[in-house]
């Protein structure tokens, strides 16, 4: 049951990132079509696909493709890393086994209890 729970939240969590980018499109869209055409002569509406596009566009000119979230740059990885460093070895392998288990891999235990033909 607890591996159906997890996967209904990521699939949730899924969700919510999925819309989060839709509204921000319609955000830099409504944004434009207010802004722009009033402050520039010439400055045209966008569409909806439009405004998508500049957001990427945005995002690769000013925030790139940076890995911060999963290597472990930045100032969020670095508050996650230090937080493991101060974990005893016990408290450590317990997280690393919820985390395991959440994410859908599997625990040391139930890696070493499955026979190898079904993990094929």
Not at 20 to 25: N, R, S, T, V
Not at 65 to 85: D, M, P
Not at 86 to 112: H, I, L
């Amino acid at each position: 049951m607890g591996m159906n729970c997890c996967k209904a939240n990521c699939w949730k969590i899924g969700l919510l990132v999925v819309v989060g980018i839709a509204a921000l499109g319609w955000v830099v869209m409504a944004l434009w079509n207010w802004l722009i055409p009033t402050l520039f002569v010439g400055g045209k509406e966008i569409g909806y696909v439009q405004a998508m596009g500049l957001l990427l566009l945005s995002k690769i000119l000013f925030g790139g493709f940076r890995h911060g979230y999963h290597g472990g740059h930045g100032c969020h990885g670095r508050w996650h890393r230090n937080r493991l460093e101060q974990m005893t070895p016990e408290e450590r392998e317990k997280f690393q086994a919820g985390m395991r288990s959440c994410c859908g891999g599997k625990s040391k235990d139930e890696a070493a209890e499955t026979p190898k033909e079904q993990q094929d």
